[in-house]
């Protein structure tokens, strides 16, 4: 039995694991097409659990076989349960038909014209500066993110029409190899998820099957100034001629250049070529910028793929009221008396905690940074062990916290987060402190933090709770 993903109204379909970003996205797309949904997951509530208690479908905070009926169409699980769950297995005995959720998300993209924004960082961000402007623009497409947004009503989605379909797409485990893309927007390539990609060619070499899933007069966008994605291009620049490739960056010799940033009243401000005017960011960070640079350059080559109508001007506008997004440099609050900024952040590869402390340090040249840092995966935390270090230099003052497991993966003796606290410490010789729960640490940053500091929660862990428990906290003062 095939699934008709074109014709979903009152097709029955339960998602396991369905508080996740991804799961949780998919399913408000899937319930805008009129599918009836069910869904299962873990107790602990989830930024997606206000988005899905909005959709209204029933989910089962336990994993079991009654959750499993023969009137389901089709179960959908998230990566994190592909072995062992009790609802998938049952599901396959009974011979319901089973989705991963990037086979779904893939299926998804076959009907329609699809652009996946791809990279080892910046690819979240970038799709929602990316589904800002197309919203605005009036175009009839669904953008897909994995987190919430702002400017999409602190969803994660924006569903305008069907027309052209706008995901982020995942390298973990090759995932993205299920989507079929148009067009592709390559953000950043480099080394992670040494759990499975155990050297970096393994890594660059998934990008490259990726890229070759473009067709004839497909479009390829990628950050020139990434010297992964530069290794990337180089191995497919010859034998994929027949396929549109765009370069963007700071460099010369580029196809749309980043020119003329300065930051000027909180507004990271720049040039691109193409562009009349110079595009005013609300954010943080030269990675924010290229991020906003490559939205808007896709935007204007898709338009120019579609023959859509186009308006650069509404496009600056929108990048100028841009909200952001959860987990990205997330503004918590700042205290109404102390001038004192809570900000949470996703970042958990060196290269993004030193980008975004650097970021942070451009931007605010006047505050203090605490950072409390939850370390995410013990074979993240091995195999770049030096690079965590030295880019945790860029803190002010710094409080780790144990590693993060990720279901994935085990325990591992041999790597801790004391092992990390104990070397940073033998560079940065003070304010540098190691509570092993993040919550703990409570008690230290109060009595650490001074009036125009910026607190900063940081990390794939759970240690974002903390910055949530702290401003309730300093804020009780008022």
């Known amino acids: 039995m095939k699934m008709n993903w074109e014709q979903l109204t009152g097709?029955?379909?339960?998602?396991?694991?369905?508080?996740?970003?991804?799961?949780?996205a998919l399913a408000e797309i899937l319930h805008s097409q009129g599918a009836i949904l069910s869904g299962s997951d873990n107790p602990p509530n989830f930024y997606t659990s206000a988005i899905l208690d909005a959709l209204g479908f029933p989910i089962y905070h336990t994993f079991a076989e009654e959750h499993i009926t023969p009137e389901l169409d089709v179960v959908i699980y998230s990566a994190a349960y592909e072995t062992g769950n009790i609802e998938l297995d049952y599901a396959r005995q009974i011979g319901i038909l089973t989705f991963s959720y990037p086979q779904a998300l893939g299926e998804l993209s076959k009907s329609r014209f699809s652009i996946a924004v791809a990279g080892v960082h910046g690819k979240t961000t970038t799709t929602a500066l990316l589904g800002s402007i197309v919203k605005d623009q009036g175009w009839l497409a669904t953008t897909l993110v994995g987190s919430r947004v702002a400017n999409f009503g602190n969803t994660s989605t924006s569903i305008t029409g069907n027309d052209?379909?706008?995901?982020?797409?995942?390298?973990?485990?090759?995932?993205?190899?299920?989507?079929?893309?148009?067009?592709?927007?390559?953000?950043?390539?480099?080394?992670?998820?040494?759990?499975?990609?155990?050297?970096?060619?393994?890594?660059?070499?998934?990008?490259?099957?990726?890229?070759q899933k473009l067709p004839a007069n497909g479009t390829l966008l990628y950050n020139a100034d990434c010297a992964g994605v530069q290794r990337v291009i180089a191995k497919?620049?010859?034998?994929?001629?027949?396929?549109?490739?765009?370069?963007?960056?700071?460099?010369?010799?580029?196809?749309?250049?980043?020119?003329?940033?300065?930051?000027?009243?909180?507004?990271?401000?720049?040039?691109?070529?193409?562009?009349?005017?110079?595009?005013?960011?609300?954010?943080?960070?030269q990675h924010n910028v290229m991020n906003a640079a490559m939205a808007i350059t896709m935007a204007s080559l898709l338009a120019k793929e579609h023959k859509l109508q186009w308006s650069e001007d509404d496009?600056?506008?929108?990048?100028?009221?841009?909200?952001?997004?959860?987990?990205?440099?997330?503004?918590?609050?700042?205290?109404?008396?102390?001038?004192?900024?809570?900000?949470?952040?996703?970042?958990?590869?060196?290269?993004?905690?030193?980008?975004?402390?650097?970021?942070?340090?451009?931007?605010?040249?006047?505050?203090?940074?605490?950072?409390?840092?939850?370390?995410?995966?013990?074979?993240?935390?091995?195999?770049?062990?030096?690079?965590?270090?030295?880019?945790?230099?860029?803190?002010?003052?710094?409080?780790l916290h144990k590693i993060y497991g990720s279901a994935r993966e085990q325990a591992n003796d041999t790597m801790t987060g004391y092992d990390l606290y104990e070397a940073v410490r033998k560079k940065k010789l003070d304010m540098v402190f190691y509570q092993e729960n993040p919550i703990e640490s409570l008690p230290l940053i109060k009595s650490l933090v001074q009036d125009g500091d910026i607190i900063l929660t940081m990390g794939a862990g759970d240690n974002f709770l903390l910055s949530h428990t702290l401003r309730e906290e300093l804020w009780t003062d008022v």
């Open 315 to 399: 496009a600056i506008l929108t990048i100028s009221r841009f909200l952001g997004l959860a987990r990205r440099l997330e503004r918590i609050g700042l205290h109404p008396t102390r001038d004192i900024l809570i900000l949470d952040d996703y970042a958990h590869h060196p290269s993004a905690i030193k980008t975004t402390l650097l970021g942070l340090k451009e931007f605010y040249p006047h505050r203090r940074l605490i950072v409390s840092f939850m370390s995410h995966t013990y074979s993240r935390t091995a195999s770049l062990f030096t690079e965590f270090v030295d880019s945790l230099l860029f803190a002010d003052v710094l409080i």
């Open 164 to 211: 052209i379909f706008i995901a982020e797409t995942c390298e973990y485990r090759e995932h993205f190899l299920e989507f079929f893309p148009n067009m592709i927007l390559l953000t950043s390539v480099e080394w992670d998820h040494q759990d499975f990609y155990s050297e970096i060619d393994m890594i660059e070499q998934a990008f490259v099957r990726f890229i």
């Open 11 to 24: 097709r029955r379909i339960h998602i396991i694991g369905v508080k996740g970003s991804g799961c949780a």
């Open 236 to 285: 497919i620049r010859d034998s994929h001629q027949d396929i549109h490739l765009y370069s963007i960056g700071r460099q010369e010799h580029v196809d749309f250049q980043i020119s003329e940033e300065v930051i000027l009243n909180e507004y990271n401000t720049f040039r691109l070529t193409g562009l009349h005017s110079p595009v005013p960011l609300p954010m943080i960070g």
